[in-house]
């Protein structure tokens, strides 16, 4: 399906078929797509709309293409994963945290499905509102000053749900970029020293992925979802 990409007065990305009545809204871009959009580069864009089962999968916009898995929806878990707020075995050799034991290797969605469970079951609320407030702060302030502020933060007893956003964070972005963990394991040292204006690009877009399936998941949870296993 053609059609033209835009953004609306609320920040919106909607998609307006080439076929739609002048006045028609549009359908709403899928969120794992929408954080990758830039309203200077790609607003009012023609591009390739391709859906399965109804649903949007994928974007084509001149020469990139911008997909989501079609699988995922928010109230359910990614096929195959197990719904437990307990330790998920990783598979062999893939990287992982002491502490929570997660895979931060592999598909992003599946990443952030484990780090929802654990934020769901250390105060669902708490965790859901700091990761709307990061993907906020990276919009403002850039990845590195937000991961200084939720690093210093994380110290803080009270604030236990930054502690584990920044270990969920710093985890997925070490699995994609290992200069970030480097000799001394600091990884805003590490970030600050050792990346480059390309690579810091390429991992806040990372990073605004990542956060924005953590937010879908994490705001989809129930009580439910943390006390059963698959």
């Known amino acids: 399906m053609m059609a033209t990409l835009y953004c609306d007065n609320k920040g919106i990305w909607r998609l307006k078929p080439d076929t739609a009545d002048t ?15 830039d309203k200077t580069l790609h607003h009012e864009k023609p591009c390739n709309v391709e859906k399965e089962n109804g649903q949007i999968i994928s974007l ?10 079609p699988h995922l929806s928010l109230r ?14 990783p598979a062999e050799g893939a990287q992982k945290t002491a502490e929570n034991d997660i895979e931060f290797q592999g598909e992003c969605e599946l990443v952030a499905w484990q780090c929802a469970v654990r934020g769901a079951s250390s105060g669902k609320k708490d965790y ?20 200084a502020f939720i690093g210093k933060h994380k110290k803080k007893k009270n604030l236990k ?9 710093g985890g997925r972005l070490m699995a ?15 970030f ?3 990346l480059d204006s390309s690579k810091t690009r390429v991992l806040t877009l990372e990073a605004l992925v990542f956060l924005g399936w953590l937010c879908r998941f994490s705001e989809g949870l129930t009580v439910e979802h943390s006390q059963l296993s698959m």
């Open 176 to 190: 994609v970029e290992p200069l970030l963990e480097g000799d001394n394991g600091d990884l805003i040292e590490n």
């Open 161 to 169: 749900y930054y502690r584990l956003l920044f270990d969920h964070l």
């Open 192 to 194: 600050r020293l050792k």
């Open 128 to 147: 859901t509102n700091a990761v709307k407030s990061l993907q906020m702060m990276i919009r403002t302030n850039g990845l590195g000053a937000s991961l």
């Open 76 to 89: 359910h878990a990614p096929a195959g994963s197990r719904v437990n707020a307990g330790p998920i075995a």
């Open 60 to 69: 084509r916009i001149g020469g990139e293409v911008f997909s989501v898995s």
């Open 23 to 37: 006045h028609a809204k549009g359908e709403a871009v899928p969120f794992g797509i929408r954080d990758l959009l």
